[in-house]
Structure formats: structure tokens, C-alpha cells
């Protein structure tokens, strides 16, 4: 829905659940209320999976606070009353284990975050991925009332100090209808919005920003192949290594990885750019071996050399994944 300013505007009678750091916020509405709605897994401590900063405006002692609360009312004259909250303690939440995003899509990577999800940690060695992994189970029922089990790749206890940190990473099993999914593991659960696809690419530093987890070569005339390192990683983290573009005759390739984009529905519906630049996909599809895992390969632009760091913006079925970076020299 939208508003113009200081027009009367209601929210009532919604449940608003989708990860700990979820709440109601309206700004500058003169008249209307927030009532009757039920927010669920706010959280007291807002900094809990904090992924990723507000493009703009706020700080993030400012974000913490807001998301701290159920429902915010900045600026604005409102009638708050008779809604029900709770904080993130035996709620599930659910994001893209690649871009930490909140949609997902059937055989793609979750991670689902709580708050003792299991005392020790567990990766599962063999396929199959197991659907039983140190104890722990999890159940995935979509939009349609279908409930099914998923695979698990690892599961870990909780970070000491830190609220709702303990992890398990899943495979959204395969047929999940579209829509508002339940994800329950144990006693817990929590909402989980699902679609066909839902793209993310991995980064070098595991935050979903930055520079991509990536593989790159030069694939020149005669054969020979020139490997290019995408990133280089210290202790201070993972930075962009600036790559050759291929000189005359060679082609740089890179390879993207992520996850939630097999599900394309046709190869027109993809676009990728790189620096603003258009790049021609050479494939797209799973990973051989691994079942939630998708690879992306485009060819960088000549026209780009000498651009430094650039974003990749890669859309499929008009969703837009992550935007992560490489360098060019």
C-alpha cells in the first residue's frame, strides 16, 4: 500500500513474523492507527542478524533501536493499541544462505537462525543430504499446507553471548509452493517467504557484500587457459584482486556462484551487468555434486579493463540478486 503524507492510514489485524528484526514502522501519517496485529520475533536484541545496513538515513545504533521495538511511529499521529509482541526467543528465521536475503526458493540454501537449535556442531559428509543432522530436524510447510522434510547440510549452537545465533542450513525441499512458507525446527518456527527463484551469489567474506566467491580464467584462441584470481583474503578479510580483461584475443570468464536461481523459467528472463555494462551469460545452472549449490558464468566486457572494482547485478525472472564485485585492471 501507499499514502501520500499525513493521510489517515490503518494496519490492523496482521501477523508480521518474518525474522527477529521485523517490525511495523510508519512515518509522517497525521490519523489512523496500528491495532489488533500480532508481531512476532521483533526482537529484544535488534543486532541479531544485522546483514546488511539501510542503503540510507539511518545509523546503525538507530536501526538496532527501531527494530528493537515492535512498532515505530516516527513523526507520525497514530493510535497504538492492542497488539500482541514477543521477542525472537522460539521463533525461526529464515534467510538465503547466500545473500541473506529473505525470500527463498525450492532447492536453494537456507539458514534458519534461533536460539538452541542444538548444543554442538554437525556437517553432513555424504549425499543425500541427511533430513536428521545432529539431532535436528526440519520441517518446511508452504503456502499450500504441504508439508515436507528437508535436507540438512550443517547445524551449529548458538555463539555464546550472542541471542538467536545458533544456525542450521537447509535445502528447501523440492515442490515448495510460492508464498508464505511455516519453517519448524524442534518446538521453534517462524514465517518464510518463498518464490521460484530467489538469486544470491555468495561473497569472499560470507556477508553476501563485497567482492563474489568466485572463479575466473582466460580462455584464449589457441587453448590455453589463464586462471585469474577473483579476490585475495587476509586477516582483515577478503578484497578484490584486479584481473586482466583478456588483451587482444583472450576472454575473461567468470564464475559466479550462488543459489535459488535454478529455477530461471527461460533463458530470455536473465540479465546480467557488470559495471553497467551488458555480459553474455555462457551458463546457468547447478553444480554438479551439490544440490542446492548454482553457478553463473558471464564474460566481462573488454570495454571495461582499467574500471577498478565494479558491481555484478545479475536479475532472473525480474528479481534482482545480491549485488557483489570484481576488478578489472
Known sequence: MTTRP????????????????????????????????????????????????????????????????????????????????SDASGTVASVSSASYGAKLAPNAYAVAYGSNFTPTFAIATQLPLPTTLGGVTVQVTDSGGVTRAAALYYVAPPTPGVANSSAVCFLVPDGTAPGLATVTIGTASGSALTDTVAPGFYSANASGQGVAAALAAIYNPDGTVGPQPVFQCATTGCVAAPMDTGGGNGTLIVSLYGTGLRGLSAARNFAATIGGVPSTVQYLGPVGGNPGLDQVNLVVPKTLAGTGEVPVVVTVDGLTANAITIALK
Open 6 to 85: 499525513h493521510s489517515i492510514f490503518s494496519v490492523a489485524g496482521n501477523r508480521v513474523a518474518n525474522s527477529p528484526r521485523t517490525g511495523i514502522r510508519l512515518e509522517n501519517v497525521a490519523g489512523g492507527d496500528i491495532s489488533k496485529n500480532i508481531v512476532q520475533g521483533f526482537g529484544t536484541n535488534a543486532s541479531t542478524n544485522l546483514f546488511a545496513m539501510p542503503a540510507c538515513c539511518e545509523t546503525q545504533s538507530q536501526f538496532v533501536t527501531d527494530f528493537g521495538q515492535s512498532v515505530v511511529t516516527t513523526g507520525s499521529l497514530l493510535t497504538v493499541a492492542n497488539n500482541t509482541a
